[in-house]
């Protein structure tokens, strides 16, 4: 080995390390890893810029805007409800059918962005029919998983892939190459779901838990609230006229920062503490009159604090008094997102009211409420508690970036999803029909395809420019764009030919199918841990030389890859989708593995009898 591929598996398996430990952002590594490169003279500042110009970049960039308009018309919560109604309450079939409608949507859209937006549904679905939902989120996350291997644009490595076979001067797999393997795959991982995985799966969280509100089963506040032991922190206010605070606003009274105290609502009435009609929300602007009764959560002895100095007669707060305030004002349950910005951060740092207009009442770390929360750094895996009007509630709803929410009570929501389409979801669907047929019929790369169809999406409407800019996951294109160097630099140095010879002197013995089984069970490892995306362009280069050099097919080994990438099954790190459901299934992580290993087995085996019938030899 020479010097420069000592150095290039140097900055490799740094870079693979950096991504296995997580603290820096992807799109930090790949750049990092290309700047190394450029210091040591491994590649030019023409193939450092290279991957910008992509195709591939430019492919994913244009699929998230698509999933974004296909998400922001309702046709993916459409398909929602309509699950919904059809699910009934037995497990297996609601199960069957979760996997179906998810795999279905991811395989024209995201899947984390599929998962975010059934989530809240598949869960509510679980607490109708009385059943953990932990029976339904592994099925929903491999779904997900698997939706990306059904058509080229289900996931970013299928893309990567097809632009490296046309790279290499071969043809490029067409739109549902990838299909007869998805579909085979979506079988056995149904069965085995519904027979072993279903056996296998604990059920962490107990039946009629963690809810959301569906058509036929409304979630109460006090439901909601009762993980977060809200009793002793939810307090009911009379404001009499002799009270200081009658006449003023919370901001200048200083509620908030002197007493740390939230005030959740008010009613103006003429008895003291009567069961008021309707509570009306309170900003801090917002002038209390005389006769009122608020609604206050906080620490026992801050309440009293400011009930002795405001001269407010105090009691907690009863069942009927959450009732009423659910009728009003908007609760909601948020999970924190894999990559969500609020990460490492606290509320204080985050303006976190200022931000979303929600106060957070409440955080839940590992199933337990924590005391304080304002400057407590937020962590992967937390959820809170937050309330506020419905207005501001649907505006953090249609946020699926940094947050999810995944439970919320129902009262007084404007917002009734409907499995009608309107016009703007017609046209949706209708411009991602012309997509998929520009690709199909080959009229136009691939490229401008999906190119048109973004721009399509914008100009009908069907999304805004803001909505297209937080849709998008520049992470994600950075990361093809800094990988694509890293990938160059292991071919000048030729440790990308030594990697493939080391394949195939040890495996070739063995035939094609051990070094099929080699180089799935590699990728799959890595990807358990690493970018999916930067998995696939590191080993594709890899088998291609491997296929190449005992004159076999290369579309095998690179569908090979697109294969492995996808089922990361095993550990939560492993994609997006399954940090989404290890809350709400109230996962650990030996439970993906226990689940997932045995059934990556049975893929790995499958795949290296089945794909060289598709793709023969």
């Known amino acids: 080995m020479t010097v420069d591929i000592w150095i290039t598996v140097l900055i490799l398996l740094s870079t693979i390390g950096l991504f296995v430990w997580d603290r820096l952002p992807l799109s930090v590594v790949a750049f990092l890893s290309v700047f190394a490169l450029l210091i040591t003279d491994l590649i030019t500042p023409d193939e450092a810029l290279a991957g910008l110009s992509n195709s591939a970049v430019f492919i994913v960039g244009g699929m998230f805007v698509v999933g974004a308009g296909i998400s922001q018309t309702g046709v993916a919560s459409a398909l929602g409800v309509r699950l919904g109604r059809l699910a009934g309450t037995n497990e297996i079939r609601m199960a069957l059918l979760v996997m179906g409608v998810i795999t279905l949507i ?17 869960v509510s679905l679980a607490v109708g029919a009385q059943i953990s939902p932990s029976k339904l989120m592994l099925p929903l996350a491999y779904g997900a998983l698997i939706g990306g291997m059904m058509t080229l644009i289900g996931t970013p490595p299928n893309i990567v892939v097809s632009d490296f076979l046309a790279d290499q001067g071969y043809e490029p797999f067409g739109f549902f190459a990838f299909t007869p393997m998805g579909i085979i795959i979506w079988v056995i991982a149904v069965g085995y779901m519904l027979t072993v995985g279903r056996w296998l799966t604990p059920e962490r969280v107990p039946p009629g838990a963690n809810a959301v509100p569906t058509d036929d089963a409304m979630l109460t506040l006090a439901d909601l609230t009762q993980p977060y032991a809200v009793q002793d922190r939810a307090f009911a206010l009379y404001v009499s006229s002799a009270a200081l605070l009658s006449g003023h606003s919370p901001r200048s009274a200083n509620i908030r920062e002197r007493y740390n105290v939230d005030l959740l609502g008010m009613q103006v009435q003429g008895g003291e503490l009567n069961r ?3 509570v009306e929300s309170i900003t801090p602007e917002t002038i209390i009159p005389a006769n009122t009764v608020l609604y206050a959560w906080g620490e026992r002895a801050a309440v009293e604090q400011l009930a002795a100095e405001q001269a407010l007669r105090m009691r907690p707060m009863n069942e009927d008094d959450l009732a009423i305030i659910g009728n009003h004002i908007g609760v909601i349950e948020i999970l924190l997102t894999p990559r969500s910005n609020l990460i490492g951060r606290s509320l204080a740092q985050l303006h976190f009211r200022e931000r979303y207009g929600l106060s957070v009442l409440r955080i839940l770390r590992l199933g337990k409420p924590l005391n304080s929360i304002v400057h407590t750094p937020l962590r ?6 937050a309330e506020g009007s419905w207005e501001q509630v649907e505006l953090l709803r ?10 919320k009570t129902d009262f007084g929501d404007p917002d009734v999803v409907s499995d009608k389409l309107t016009v703007k979801g017609w046209m949706a669907v209708a411009i991602l029909g012309a997509m998929v047929a520009l690709m199909i019929t080959g009229i136009v790369p691939i490229v401008t395809a999906v190119l048109f169809a973004a721009l399509a999406m914008l100009l009908t409407n069907c999304l805004t420019i ?13 990361v093809i764009a800094g990988m694509i160097p890293l990938a160059t630099a292991l071919e000048n140095t030729g440790a990308i030919q030594l990697l493939s010879e080391s394949i195939v002197r040890n495996l070739g013995p063995y035939g094609p199918a051990a070094i099929m089984a080699g180089v799935f069970l590699v990728t799959v490892v890595l990807s358990q841990f690493a970018s999916n995306t930067a ?16 004159d076999l097919n290369p579309a095998t080994f690179l569908m090979t890859i697109a294969v492995a990438t996808s089922v990361a099954f095993a550990t939560p790190t492993g994609s997006p989708v399954n940090v989404l459901v290890m809350g709400p299934g109230g996962f650990r992580f030996t439970d993906f593995a226990r689940v997932g290993v045995p059934l990556q087995l049975i893929i790995l085996v499958v ?7 598709l793709f023969p030899l």
Not at 398 to 407: G, I, L, Q, S, Y
């Open 276 to 278: 008021p009609a309707r």
């Open 466 to 478: 803001e909505d297209a800019y937080r849709a998008m996951s520049w992470e994600s294109i950075f």
């Open 398 to 407: 249609n946020e699926k970036r940094d947050v999810v929410v995944v439970a």
């Open 607 to 613: 795949t290296v009898l089945v794909l060289p019938l």
């Open 535 to 550: 998995i696939t362009i590191l080993m594709a280069p890899v088998a291609f030389k491997a296929a190449v050099s005992l």
């Open 106 to 122: 991811s395989a024209f859209m995201s899947s984390t962005g599929a998962t975010a937006i059934l989530l809240p549904v598949v």
């Open 380 to 385: 992967f895996g937390d959820t809170l508690l």
